[in-house]
């Protein structure tokens, strides 16, 4: 059985502005990562995110960026090393002006380890989506507390 997964919500912002705070470290940072983000969604790039909840900062490698549509990123599955999964982000313009984001991720072992990684990450996007949501539209940081 393959273990990936898409969630997805709709925030009430314009494609643009929901697109800059995912690619914006300073943005980014806002909301889900919460001890920093460094570097800039680019192509090719390799930048780091960094979580207070969790320990250790992660490197992230940017495979594809198309503004205001698409995403493409890998990390280090936890608990699996040398496995990396991909992480895609579409960002749709709905006719309401609102955006509705999907988070799709794929390639973990199939292996206890791995389900249990792949649920993770899904409550993971899941959360990121909604304190993105809580950001942008009300200046709310649901992250802050909610870990620990």
Request: glycine share 10%; charged share 25%; hydrophobic share 40%.
């Amino acid at each position: 059985m393959e273990l990936k997964f898409t969630v997805g919500g709709r925030i009430a912002k314009p494609v643009a502005e929901v697109f800059e705070a995912v690619v914006n470290p300073d943005r980014l940072s806002k909301f889900f990562t919460t001890g920093g983000a460094k570097g800039r969604l680019v192509a090719g790039a390799e930048v780091t995110w960094d979580f207070h909840d969790f320990p250790g900062a992660f490197p992230v490698l940017v495979q594809e960026v198309v503004p205001n549509e698409r995403i493409v990123l890998q990390w280090e599955a936890e608990g699996e090393p040398r496995i990396w999964t991909t992480v895609t982000m579409t960002f749709q313009p709905l006719e309401d002006g609102r955006t509705l984001v999907r988070i799709s991720e794929y390639g973990w072992p199939d292996s206890e380890a791995g389900l249990k990684s792949c649920l993770g990450n899904c409550e993971g996007w899941t959360g990121m989506i909604c304190a993105m949501k809580a950001w942008l539209e009300h200046g709310i940081n649901l992250r802050e507390g909610f870990y620990k």
